[in-house]
Nanobody
Framework: QVQLAESGGGLVQAGGSLRLSCAASGRSFSMNAMGWFRQVPGKERECVAVVNWSGHDTRYADSVKGRFTVSRDRAKNTLYLQMNSLEPEDTAVYYC?????????????????WGQGTRVTVSS
């Protein structure tokens, strides 16, 4: 059974940091693009940061550029999101996803596998 399990969410004050992890199991995603999306109630799911299969090509939402860093450990089948200088606007449920292909993509319809999400709350 293929699973993506996020961890690392929680409550943090504005200006703080969190590191999210996404451990994949059931199959290898070393040749797949992967990414982080987030969603708040009443809004559409938003692409936050994505990375291609090798880890060398990334894309970020404008709102997180310079603050968030996506990375992956292909040997461990794990995706990470380092979030610094957090703002209350970053409060959301964060989802890890794996794409069907290896090229970096921000289109959520290109992602076939999704985790259950981890909640991030940033207090002001």
């Amino acid at each position: 059974q293929v699973q993506l399990a996020e961890s690392g969410g929680g409550l943090v004050q504005a200006g703080g940091s969190l590191r999210l992890s996404c451990a994949a199991s059931g199959r290898s995603f070393s040749m797949n693009a992967m990414g982080w999306f987030r969603q708040v109630p009443g809004k559409e799911r938003e692409c936050v940061a994505v990375v291609n299969w090798s880890g060398h090509d990334t894309r970020y939402a404008d709102s997180v550029k310079g603050r968030f860093t996506v990375s992956r450990d292909r040997a461990k089948n794990t995706l990470y999101l380092q979030m610094n200088s957090l703002e209350p606007e970053d409060t959301a449920v964060y989802y890890c996803a794996a794409a069907t292909g290896g090229v970096v993509t921000t289109d959520s319809s290109d992602y076939a596998y999704w985790g259950q999400g981890t909640r991030v709350t940033v207090s002001s």
